[in-house]
């Protein structure tokens, strides 16, 4: 499975981006597909992701009710809507795909197999 990330770039606090990530190659057999951030100095955390079959979203509580993630599975590509963006979700954003994730462990950045490369997002105040 390879992923390519895009949307990302830079806005004003309050602002909103639409990231992407088309897959391609097997998809057939993936579980979920979830986005991750990294801003410097720190791990990455997860964001939000979204069982592929039946379209359940999960959400970090920092970004609930401002992001929205979703899939359309005839394109092969999750998104993510990011509304009323913080200076503090500046980071580089990653899509990621798992086969084999059990449901505790949706929120777990190990539980992905394949990773895309990061789009950065960058918000001023």
């Known amino acids: 499975v390879q992923l390519q990330a895009s949307g990302g770039g830079a806005v004003q606090a309050g602002g909103s981006l639409r990231l992407s990530c088309p897959a391609s190659?097997?998809?057939?057999?993936?579980?979920?597909m979830g986005w991750f951030r990294q801003a410097p100095g720190k791990e990455r955390e997860f964001v939000a992701a979204i069982r592929w079959s039946a379209g359940t979203p999960f959400y970090a509580d920092s970004v609930k009710d401002r992001f929205t993630i979703s899939r359309d599975k005839s394109k092969n590509t999750v998104y993510l809507q990011m509304n009323s963006l913080k200076p503090e979700d500046t980071a580089v954003y990653y899509c990621?795909?798992?086969?084999?994730?059990?449901?505790?462990?949706?929120?777990?950045?190990?539980?992905?197999?394949?990773w895309g490369q990061g789009t950065l997002v960058t918000v001023s105040s």
């Open positions: 190659g097997n998809t057939y057999n993936s579980y979920a």
């Open positions: 990621a795909a798992g086969e084999r994730i059990i449901l505790s462990s949706i929120r777990d950045r190990r539980a992905y197999e394949y």
